[in-house]
């Protein structure tokens, strides 16, 4: 696979337990070991910058005409259905491992940002209904600043955590 470096293959002669031989039996073995590195420049030039280009101009919602809220909400989930394909590739893509990745929490915090701007859209579209104009006005140029300062800052701490934790 083109994202996958073979690092060094080796190969032994063991004695392991068999359980086919009986109860406490050992039989010799022949184990080949191939120990590989993932390349990340692939999953960051595939997934991770498209990625982030799509959450980025899911933000433009806050610039658009308050009025229109069916194009602010068919924007968000032309991001969110664009999230949720790049979850089902990566999944394809990726080992299946049971634990929780770095690359799985960019793309769920990435799935979650774009949601978040669904939930202001409609906030900002019940403040236009209730005539509470300039509360609207307000929250949508805090968020044109707020969510992706929140997407960047967020993705620090995930790396942050990653790296330290792991």
């Known amino acids: 696979m083109p994202q996958w470096r073979i690092k060094t293959i080796s190969a032994a002669a063991q ?3 068999a359980a086919y031989a009986g109860r406490n039996r ?3 073995a022949f184990v080949v070991s191939v ?3 993932r390349a990340p420049f692939y999953v960051l030039r595939l997934v991770v ?4 280009i799509i959450a980025l101009l899911s933000f433009t919602v806050f610039w658009m005409d308050r009025s229109s809220l069916g194009d602010r ?3 968000s989930f032309i991001g969110i259905l664009t999230a949720v394909a790049y979850l089902l590739v990566t999944s394809d893509q990726l080992p299946h491992i049971a634990y929780f990745t770095l690359i799985h929490g960019f793309l769920n915090l990435s799935l979650l940002i774009m949601c978040a701007t669904v939930v202001m859209n409609l906030v900002v579209g019940a403040l236009d209904r209730k005539g509470q104009v300039e509360l609207g006005k307000r929250i949508d140029r805090r968020s044109r600043w707020a969510f992706p300062l929140a997407y960047f800052g967020l993705m620090f701490v995930l790396v942050a ?4 934790f792991y």
């Not at 955590?161 to 330290?164: G, P, S």
Request: no cysteine; aromatic share 4%; net charge negative.
């Open 15 to 17: 004695d392991r337990p």
């Open 26 to 28: 050992i039989a010799s």
């Open 35 to 37: 120990d590989v590195q």
């Open 49 to 52: 910058l498209p990625l982030i």
């Open 73 to 75: 909400l068919s924007v």
């Open 161 to 164: 955590v990653a790296f330290l």
